[in-house]
């Protein structure tokens, strides 16, 4: 590294321009570029000229560092004050401009004039310019680049916006899709919920609370129904608490008459399916939905009180499709209590009045099932014999229904056919079984007979699997007739039925009955007998003698006040007092029986289950 130094001496204007003018000569010896040249001389005035503000003298140091190595050399440019023996670095203010090469023939160029440096200096402004109108030419077309870019970007975010406004269509039209797709998943699982509670039952009253309870207050504030039977007109309404109405709408009028459904309301609904109606009278301020409830022909209207929110189109698909199953099930109740009322009305035909003979007194219940098909397989009944003896009989068809009513009238017939020989109880259920056997192969019964003598201590009896008889003795102690009973009649087993005898003096009872009155579900049947064993000890004598129909429902209640039945119950109750006039003794029963001892077991303790099958001797 060499270096060359020029030093000038500052005390006027004009020494500070030829100082300017000896940098120039430098810098443009040196080949600085125009733009580098005119920033260092433009600095370099400025200091010069802030010096000669301050007054003094100065010293302009102009040294050239050379690069040996290189090609290149840097111009250092110090200004200090003259009185100064050393330059003072703090202050030394130092200006560096670049060179491209070392300054040709440097100190030894003769310096410019004043005037050469002032033309200098506006060639410097010239070249300064000259370049500036260059790069604003650059900056303009980066600016027509720059304005086409941000239009471009101004369209990608339009582009970007319309984009994700779509989007955004898009992710609502989804999540109203799946909305309603779970609205309608929602309608659907009630519509099969409302069906299967609807189908459920087979009572029209219960069927129309539970629809009262289904729809109110979600599907409807409350609803009214208005039904109709073949012999005439019935109304029964139900609102939210199953309160009768009177009244019936315009609508539902119409949906009668026209058998469509009709919609009354302040405005049109368009509901699919449904007529429009002006507002109704009864409710002015809340929209009414009349649904025309049909099967294979009109049975009613169900009139709907709108909710808050109204009805809207999917909702009413529902409750129109609703009433449509509502029909259907309001129709199978009513075929269903017809035939109940058919086969009840057969059953109690066959029904006895119970004779009065001398030294007895009877009394006798029949009670259907509370719910459920199960009428028609039991019966009582009770006829005196050409010798004078009574019969008592007591008997259960297994089956319900019609043919059950039937098939316990043919038995009634020919255990009243069989009795005119005065044949003992064992010898007519021998001939029952045997024709039930051969007549009717797929139904059963079971049966009781008891033979009351005039005058006779004891009552002859026998069973066909049919639940023991439950006896009362003149000192109010109760016991069961538990010897084993025969199978059950229709059995496809050869049987003869043996005869028992048991102890009966006057003041003495006995109770027949059908399982329906001492079966429960879960527990077994002796519990039932026990209880019923209690209810008879609790019956007073003089009850039993002079009001034996009280006695009668003194042994039901205990036994079904907090019970629904499955099945019928019959209970027959026969009572011996001492005659009012002398009886005539028939001959003694010639026939082998097997008789009960008096001290046969009391009821107060467990009874044995005595429904199992008994022993029958087989006549080869």
């Not at 304005?147 to 898009?170: M, P």
């Not at 409302?194 to 289904?214: G, K, P, V, Y």
């Not at 019966?379 to 004078?388: E, I």
């Amino acid at each position: 590294m060499t270096e060359t130094t020029h030093v000038r001496e500052i005390a006027s204007a004009a020494d500070a321009a030829r100082a300017r003018a000896d940098a120039d000569r430098i810098v443009t010896d040196g080949g600085a570029p125009a733009l580098e040249r005119a920033r260092f001389l433009t600095a370099l005035t400025a200091r010069l000229s802030r010096s000669l503000g301050q007054g003094g003298q100065w010293r302009l140091l102009l040294r050239v560092e050379r690069d040996t190595g290189g090609e290149g050399a840097l111009l250092c440019a110090s200004l200090t004050s003259a009185g100064s023996c050393a330059p003072d670095p703090a202050e030394t203010h130092t200006l560096t401009c670049p060179l491209p090469r070392p300054p040709a023939r440097a100190g030894r160029r003769a310096a410019l004039s004043l005037p050469e440096a002032l033309l200098r200096a506006d060639e410097d402004t010239a070249a300064v310019l000259s370049l500036l109108d260059a790069q604003q030419i650059l900056v303009q077309l980066h600016g027509e680049e720059l304005h086409q870019t941000n239009q471009g970007v101004l369209a990608l975010h339009s582009d970007l916006e319309a984009a994700a406004r779509t989007q955004r269509e898009l992710l609502e039209a989804e999540q109203r899709a799946r909305a309603e797709a779970e609205r309608a998943r929602r309608l659907l699982t009630f519509l099969g919920d409302a069906s299967a509670a609807i189908a459920s039952s087979l009572n029209h009253t219960a069927i129309l609370r539970r629809l009262s309870d289904l729809l109110v207050p979600d599907y409807a504030d409350h609803l009214d129904v208005w039904l109709f039977d073949e012999e005439k007109d019935r109304y029964e309404g139900y609102d939210e608490h199953a309160r009768p109405v009177r009244e019936h709408s315009a609508a539902a009028v119409a949906a009668a008459r026209t058998g469509r459904p009709q919609h009354a309301a302040d405005r049109p609904a368009a509901l699919p399916g449904v007529d429009d109606l002006p507002p109704s009278a009864l409710s002015p301020r809340r929209p009414l939905l009349a649904v025309p409830l049909t099967a294979h022909r009109l049975l009613g209207v169900l009139t709907l009180t709108a909710p808050a929110s109204g009805f809207d189109a999917d909702t009413c698909v529902m409750l129109l499709e609703l009433a449509r199953r509502v029909g259907v099930a309001l129709d199978h109740a009513h075929h269903y209590e017809r035939y109940r009322d058919t086969a009840e009305a057969l059953q109690r035909a066959q029904l006895t009045d119970l004779p009065a003979p001398p030294g007895l007194v009877a009394a006798a219940r029949y009670l259907p099932a509370t719910w459920g098909m199960n009428i028609g397989g039991d019966w009582y009944d009770a006829f005196l014999q050409p010798d004078g003896s009574l019969l008592a009989v007591i008997g259960d068809v297994t089956g319900h229904g019609l043919r059950a009513a039937v098939v316990m009238g043919q038995l009634r017939t020919a255990l009243r056919a069989y009795a005119v020989e005065n044949a003992t109880p064992g010898e007519i259920l021998t001939r029952l079984h045997h024709m039930l056997r051969h007549l009717q192969p797929e139904l059963y019964a079971t049966a009781m007979i008891a033979r009351f003598r005039p005058g006779d201590p004891q009552v002859l009896w026998a069973s066909a699997g049919h639940p023991p008889a439950v006896v009362r003795d003149v000192d109010g102690a109760v016991r069961v007739l538990d010897h084993k009973p025969g199978v059950m009649l229709g059995i496809p087993l050869p049987c003869v039925y043996p005869d028992h005898r048991a102890d009966l003096p006057a003041g003495s009872s006995l109770v027949l009955y059908t399982d329906g009155l001492v079966e429960r579900r879960g527990e077994g049947i002796d519990a039932g007998i026990g209880r019923l064993c209690r209810a008879l000890e609790a019956v007073s004598t003089s009850e039993l003698e002079q009001d034996p129909d009280a006695a009668a429902d003194a042994l039901l209640k205990p036994l079904l006040h907090d019970s629904e039945r499955a099945d019928d119950v019959c209970l027959l109750l026969c009572h011996t007092v001492q005659p009012t006039a002398p009886a005539r003794h028939a001959e003694a029963d010639r026939s082998p029986v097997h008789h009960e001892p008096p001290g046969n077991r009391s009821c107060r303790g467990s009874v044995e289950d005595t429904r199992r099958e008994g022993e029958c001797s087989d006549r080869t």
